[in-house]
T-cell receptor, first 114, second 114 residues
Framework: EAGVTQFPSHSVIEKGQTVTLRCDPI?????LYWYRRVMGKEIKFLLH????????ESGMPNNRFLAERTGGTYSTLKVQPAELEDSGVYFC????????????FGQGTRLTVV | GDSVTQMEGPVTLSEEAFLTINCTYT??????LFWYVQYPGEGLQLLLK?????DKGSNKGFEATYRKETTSFHLEKGSVQVSDSAVYFC?????????????FGTGTRLKVLA
């Protein structure tokens, strides 16, 4: 069974540009999460999809961030326009069910805004 | 709100030394507790978990016991190896608010020297 896949693994962009991150969850996992770790700090929740619907987007920092999950399969996270403080590692995770069970994480996308 | 506090790193140990990484939490309800590990160049992997008080999670020689009275979930290993060098994250899921998202600590970097 393939794990959670994220693309790209690294991205370096200039301030003001747009970047789109992609996450392919484990097949059959309805729940998809985005998290972010800013340098040296805790990993913070961004949002949660159940299939194609946003269940919880309370962690999205501002309206420069747009997440989609068309068709309930893969998800994209777009940052437009990117700012310096958006630099960090963006993790995607998926799980089959909601609840107090573990999710499976991807390897992360390291985003550097210069 | 819920939170997780981990000991500051980095932690540097010699091979075969005893490891303890402290983790304490604050939660409204009765969370599930997790330790995740991120090896260099890889994603987050679940190391172990515990779902209720006095449960002990264990894996790869690592152990952690869910202590409700001290709200702690300290990670221990009797004899570390160079291959254990990684960043370790303590985390909880508390579904009291109706959402099931991880709350992570800041991570503790472990370096094991041969």
């Amino acid at each position: 069974e393939a794990g959670v896949t994220q693309f790209p693994s690294h991205s370096v962009i200039e301030k003001g540009q747009t970047v789109t991150l992609r996450c392919d969850p484990i097949s059959g996992h309805d729940n998809l999460y985005w998290y972010r770790r800013v340098m040296g700090k805790e990993i913070k929740f961004l949002l949660h999809f159940v299939k194609e619907s946003k269940q919880d987007e309370s962690g999205m920092p501002n309206n420069r961030f747009l997440a989609e999950r068309t068709g309930g399969t893969y998800s994209t996270l777009k940052v437009q326009p990117a700012e310096l403080e958006d630099s960090g590692v963006y993790f995607c995770a998926s799980s089959r069910t909601q609840g107090m069970t573990e999710a499976f994480f991807g390897q992360g996308t390291r985003l550097t805004v210069v | 709100g819920d939170s997780v506090t981990q000991m500051e790193g980095p932690v540097t140990l010699s091979e075969e030394a005893f490891l303890t990484i402290n983790c304490t939490y604050t939660a409204t309800g009765y969370p599930s507790l997790f330790w995740y590990v991120q090896y260099p160049g890889e994603g987050l992997q679940l190391l172990l978990k515990a779902t209720k008080a006095d449960d002990k999670g264990s894996n790869k020689g690592f152990e952690a016991t869910y202590r409700k009275e001290t709200t702690s979930f300290h990670l221990e290993k009797g004899s570390v190896q160079v291959s254990d060098s990684a960043v370790y994250f303590c985390a909880l899921i508390d579904g009291t608010s109706g959402t099931y998202k991880y709350i992570f600590g800041t991570g503790t970097r472990l370096k094991v020297l041969a």
